[in-house]
């Protein structure tokens, strides 16, 4: 088979990885393709921060030597793959987005990554983060800004923000990301890709901190949903390492890699547009109607419920308070002006918060999980919009006001996603057509905690659905535009 550059760029990973195997395409021709589309593409939108180039051509060629030798393929048997820059990769710099890791180069591969490289994966670069890999929009004082690959001159959501981009820009069919309170699931729906989070204690964390939280789950983006469970199958793999996070349970990680085959028109879908009344804009309520209006037509029911987790915005802050200081107690004194401002803002609250307030928030959060819960016993899934605002300008951190309503902070705007997190429910970011700016649009897939596989079956079905309706298909940047656009 001869395919050319774009063709390959175009490749899914699931059916690139076949093709290889099949010895229908080349690892180096495919890793190659990639290269130059990085070269073509990046300096518009500054997705990739750091390149591997060279090695990455060589391990291209010894996965082309291992094919013509018939040798057991991994599952990630010669796919590029972009690393977010806060996942340490051995002989690769990695910053965290900060200076003072500028020239930072770890001698071993986070474990996320070491299951990468084990499985075939081809790392190509580092992808753009928030300093330290805080906030939803992807700029830092060493790298600058990552541009929405539909307009650079816009957010492109964070903190997974590099990721999203390079994905939906054909620079490589996967990347790893993480999230805290939306950072797969933001950039996701502002980049038309498919991020996933998955239920805490799914991807082993051996840099967790806090022996039991919701928070910093590492998970895939991808532009389908059979892709991101093919990478989400190596990194929640068990190994020597997983033992190290206290959350990881017993789980068969080869699960994903076969999904079950889901009635569309028997799925019993609940929506809700504002989770009970978090700040939602009215452009994104109106698409997200809309959106409704055409799914109810192919599954089995669509009904708008009544759940309320107004309150889990507060119990997010207080918890993140907690958690960040757990976090960054031992490097506190040595920030320097500059340092990323969520972060010490976030810190220094945490110290003026009574114990009282953070205990009451965790019984808080356990009342909304066990109202929330409830509503799967009529239905399958949940679902409302990924963000509450459109893209917006990436020279300001947030938006400072929706609607004519201010924003108090930089996790204000981001309720919808960080109220999720609060539960612990796994969520699929599926991308959904494109907002009345003609930017990507995406909504949140909720399913039961533990319930992974199921949910990647649903959505695998929805995205098919999707494909056959026109306002529903996943978007596609203007490639020739950002190839003759200005250099970010």
């Not at 699960?255 to 009215?282: C, P």
Request: net charge negative; with cysteine; hydrophobic share 40%.
């Amino acid at each position: 088979m001869t395919l050319s550059g774009k063709q390959l760029v175009e490749l899914g990973a699931v059916e690139a990885r076949q093709l290889i195997i099949d010895g229908e395409i080349s690892p180096v021709e495919l890793v190659e393709a990639c290269i130059r589309q990085i070269e073509l593409v990046n300096p518009a939108v500054n997705a990739i921060v750091t390149t591997a180039f060279e090695r990455a051509r060589l391990e291209a060629r010894r996965v082309e030597k291992q094919t013509l030798h018939k040798e057991d393929p991994g599952l990630l048997h010669g796919l590029p793959i972009a690393i977010k820059d806060i996942q340490d990769t051995e002989g690769v710099r990695t910053t965290y987005g900060s200076p003072g890791y500028a020239e930072f180069v770890p001698e071993q591969d986070a474990a996320v990554v070491a299951r990468v490289r084990s499985a075939g994966g081809i790392v190509l670069g580092k992808t753009n983060v928030p300093e330290m890999s805080i906030g939803a929009n992807t700029i830092n004082p060493l790298f600058g800004a990552t541009g929405n690959a539909f307009n650079p001159n816009l957010s492109c959501g964070g903190s997974s923000g590099g990721s999203g981009v390079a994905v939906t820009t054909h620079m490589v069919p996967l990347a790893t990301g993480s999230d805290h309170g939306g950072s797969l699931r933001i950039p996701a729906c502002y980049s038309g890709v498919v991020g996933y989070r998955a239920t805490p204690g799914v991807v082993p964390n051996e840099q967790r901190r806090t022996v039991q939280s919701y928070y910093s789950v590492q998970g895939p983006i991808a532009r389908s949903v059979q892709d991101a469970a093919l990478l989400l199958a190596v990194m929640c793999r068990r190994d020597q390492r997983s033992r190290l996070d206290p959350m990881t349970f017993p789980m068969d990680s080869g699960k994903f890699l076969e999904l079950d085959a889901v009635d569309v028109g028997a799925l019993r879908i609940a929506v809700t547009e504002d989770l009970g009344g978090v700040l939602v804009s009215e452009s994104i309520r109106r698409t997200f109607r809309e959106r409704v209006q055409l799914i109810s037509g192919f599954v089995g029911c669509c009904d708008w419920v009544d759940i309320d987790l107004r309150t889990a915005a507060d119990v997010d802050w207080h918890l993140r308070q907690d958690i960040f200081v757990s976090q960054y107690y031992k490097d506190a004194e040595q920030w320097d002006e500059a340092f990323n401002p969520n972060i010490r803002a976030t810190y220094e609250s945490a110290l003026n918060t009574p114990m009282s307030e953070i205990a009451q928030a965790r019984c808080v959060q356990m009342e909304l999980y066990r109202k929330f819960i409830g509503l799967y016993e009529n239905y399958d899934l949940v679902i409302c919009p990924g963000v509450s605002v459109s893209p917006f300008p990436w020279s300001t951190m947030y938006p400072a006001e929706i609607d004519g309503k201010a924003v108090e902070n930089y996790m204000a705007w981001l309720a919808l996603t960080s109220s999720i997190t609060v539960l612990g429910l796994p969520v699929l970011a599926l991308p959904c057509g494109r907002d009345e700016s003609g930017l990507p649009f995406g909504i949140q897939v909720i399913a039961p905690m533990y319930r992974d596989h199921r949910l990647l079956s649903a959505a695998h079905a929805l995205e098919k659905a999707f494909a056959r309706e026109h306002a529903l298909v996943r978007p596609i940047p203007d490639f020739e535009s950002l190839k003759c656009a200005k250099k970010l």
